[in-house]
DNA sequence: GCCGCAACTGAAATCGGTTACAGTGTGCCG
DNA sequence: CGGCACACTGTAACCGATTTCAGTTGCGGC
């Protein structure tokens, strides 16, 4: 590769005068064309490693979602993308698969290859990010809050989950169980708030603990708890979904057993990009997830930019496509 | 943040010292004790960026697919995911979004941050990998083949057209359209190329150029070239989606058409890892992309170890996973 | 007791940029 | 015509590791 010596040498200018054409200093015009051309004829890129080394920082910033397969984060990761792409960065996708050892071995990754900063959904209410923090680095969690002073994005969970058991409540169902995510995860059990206080609401005879199952937030997760479900001496009616993997699991099992929405009524927190449903027999709480990744992004790039504001968290919105069916 | 200088004073040896203990050269045991006691202390995590300047390399390979979105890309992801990081690579997800000028830009940053390799799934016939391949980096290809000669990973998809077209001539369906992603797309036309040569063997009186459909590889692609096929005065009795997504666009607009599979027959060549259909009324050739992304990445770690064999392309076999509903 | 080898160690050069500092030259003003 | 501001340019010192080269030491063999 050529270096920033040879093309000053080429174009017969210094070092400093070749770095100073690419970074927009004064530089006379007759010399910036000759850099220009020289560079061109040399094939010379700025080695970004070495800028990095000197500048003590570098145009990327890390992403870590624990699912990369939930079109819920690519969503999400698009959104970043788009932000940061569109701002001079690129984005490293780090998967955690929701361990936290994984995600560890990520951020060290990141404070070593002087990422600018972090956008992440952690694996877990462990999650560990001390170490990133102390370096000053700016962190944005995304999707899931954490115990940290720092700038988040989050969905409207608890709102989502009562908007979901409503809707279906409103619909004519009863025994409207929930399949949630790691109970230990906030998300999780924020929605599984929501969906209990609808319910206990409006039919406070029912006995919820028996309607609640916790799983991952896969579409295994999502099919185990809806055939334990479906198993109960009394089976639901209805089923909020945590997720949109569960949300495919749980519709998964309801066909197999010829019970397709919406003779059991089902809502869906999060999107059903891929599904080949008619899209409106199922109610669906749209959750902006492009949304939450261009928030977060942008976010992230004030503080790089040096903003230093106390933390703030924005919480998102949701949308809600009822179920156009109702119960018959 | 610490440097190796911080510890070699801390541990009272030379900062050279402190690298052969990083790096595993010989150094006595006492030494060894007091470096890693000192680093300990002092946080301390070797700076990548200043290691990569002077190793000329570093342990990140790009991963360069046009579309982040589409769960066969994530799939592939992960595997190559999976492999890179058992050994010790990370890997920068670059999301080309099937235009070449984005894709260029991800290339010229492999180079300029001095990725070890890259893994790309090419936006375009006219993917320009001459200045990536001019420095000398490994690149493999997967899913789409190249006019380049380098290693490659790609399905057999001429066979993949071929099945889905068979088991549907087998199922008892007759006019049996093709709906594929973009002709000059290698992938797409061979698809094609497969389903055209099952049914002409089948029914050399059908007038193919009439069930044929380009769209893009997206799920509104699928959609309407569906809708299209649909509106013929001799609408098809049943169609091949060339990927996972158009065959969600298809499948939609059928059920929305009230021809849920198996009244018109679908075969579509990708898995449909969240549909919630009932999954035996569709077959599906299924490809093996975590498969795909674990096989290009190890070929990718072989060469950047130094093997220089002649370029090598691997070819997959897909498995066929028939609708098991045969049409009434 | 001397020699040679192996194991360790440190000083200093190096990777390829950026940037502080120190000029140089030109033009304008008083 | 002297002085000053300003635009431009080059030299050299960094950034924080790795690695070469040149020792130093200790030990076994003769």
């Not at 009863?174 to 206990?200: C, Q, V």
């Not at 699991?249 to 066909?255: K, P, Y």
Request: overall charge negative; hydrophobic content about 45%.
């Amino acid at each position: 590769m050529a270096t920033i010596y040879d093309v000053a040498r080429l174009a017969q200018v210094s070092p400093a005068t070749v770095s100073r054409v690419f970074n927009g200093t004064s530089v006379s015009e007759e010399k910036v064309a000759a850099v220009r051309s020289a560079a061109e004829q040399l094939h010379f890129t700025p080695n970004r490693t070495a800028r990095n080394l000197r500048r003590q920082s570098s145009e990327v910033i890390g992403l870590v979602i624990p699912d990369i397969e939930n079109p819920y984060f690519t969503e999400m990761a698009r959104g970043v993308e788009d932000v940061a792409s569109e701002a001079g960065y690129s984005v490293v996708l780090c998967n955690s698969d929701a361990q936290v050892e994984k995600e560890a071995t990520y951020l060290r990754i990141a404070i070593a290859e002087h990422m600018s900063g972090v956008i992440i959904a952690t694996a877990d209410e462990h999650s560990d990010l001390d170490s990133i923090l102390a370096t000053g680095r700016p962190v944005v969690a995304v999707d899931r809050s954490t115990t940290y002073d720092i700038d988040g994005v989050v969905m409207a969970n608890r709102a989502a989950g009562t908007s979901a058991a409503k809707d279906l409540i409103d619909g004519g169902y009863r025994r409207i169980a929930y399949i949630g995510g790691p109970e230990h995860i906030d998300t999780a059990a924020e929605r599984a708030a929501g969906w209990r206080e609808a319910l206990s609401a409006a039919h406070p005879d029912l006995d919820l603990d028996d309607l609640e199952r916790f799983a991952t937030f896969r579409v295994d997760g999502g099919r185990e708890a809806m055939e334990q479900l479906l198993a109960l001496p009394e089976p639901p009616d209805a089923v909020v979904a945590g997720n949109n993997l569960i949300g495919v699991g749980a519709i998964q099992v309801l066909t197999e057993h010829g019970l397709t929405p919406p003779q059991v009524g089902v809502a869906v927190i999060g999107s059903l990009p891929f599904t080949t449903l008619s899209p409106t027999a199922v109610t669906v709480v749209r959750l902006p997830a492009r949304h939450m990744g261009v928030t977060a992004a942008r976010m992230l790039l004030e503080r790089i930019g040096g903003d230093d504001q106390p933390s703030r968290t924005v919480v998102l919105r949701n949308e809600i496509r009822s179920a156009s069916a109702v119960r018959v």
